[in-house]
Nanobody, 119 residues
Framework: QIQLVESGGGLVQAGGSLRLSCVASGNIVAINAMHWYRQPPGQQRELVATIIPGNSPNYLDSVKGRFTISTDYAKKTMYLQMNSLKPEDTAVYYC?????????????WGKGTLVTVSS
C-alpha cells in the first residue's frame, strides 16, 4: 500500500517562508512524476509545480521566482520551498506522485496540509 504524507503547513505572515515536505512509503519501484497542487478556500484545485526525473521543473505563473520544487529520491521525499508568501497563497496543499509499484501503476495523493498566510 502506497501512502503520501505532507507536512510543514501552518500560519505565517505575508512575506514569510515555509517548506512543505511529502514523504512516500510503500512498495515503490519508480517515481515517474511529482506534483504539488493547492486548493484555496471556495476555489478549485490547481497545479502549482511539477518535476519529472531528468527534466526541469514547471511552475504556475503566479509562483514563479518564489516557489521551488525539489526531491530527495533516497528518502522518497519531495519538497516545496515557498518564499515571499502572499495571502493569495492560502490553501490546502497536496502532493501527488505518479508511481510504478509492485504490480500496479497510478497516481497517489496525500491528505493535504493547510497553509494560511496572514496580512
Amino acid at each position: 500500500q502506497i501512502q503520501l504524507v505532507e507536512s510543514g503547513g501552518g500560519l505565517v505572515q505575508a512575506g514569510g517562508s515555509l517548506r512543505l515536505s511529502c514523504v512516500a512509503s510503500g512498495n515503490i519501484v519508480a517515481i515517474n512524476a511529482m506534483h504539488w497542487y493547492r486548493q484555496p478556500p471556495g476555489q478549485q484545485r490547481e497545479l502549482v509545480a511539477t518535476i519529472i526525473p531528468g527534466n526541469s521543473p514547471n511552475y504556475l505563473d503566479s509562483v514563479k521566482g518564489r516557489f521551488t520544487i525539489s526531491t530527495d529520491y533516497a528518502k522518497k521525499t519531495m519538497y516545496l520551498q515557498m518564499n515571499s508568501l502572499k495571502p493569495e497563497d492560502t490553501a490546502v496543499y497536496y502532493c501527488n506522485e505518479v508511481v510504478t509499484s509492485w504490480g500496479s501503476s497510478g497516481a497517489y495523493w496525500g491528505k493535504g496540509t493547510l497553509v494560511t498566510v496572514s496580512s
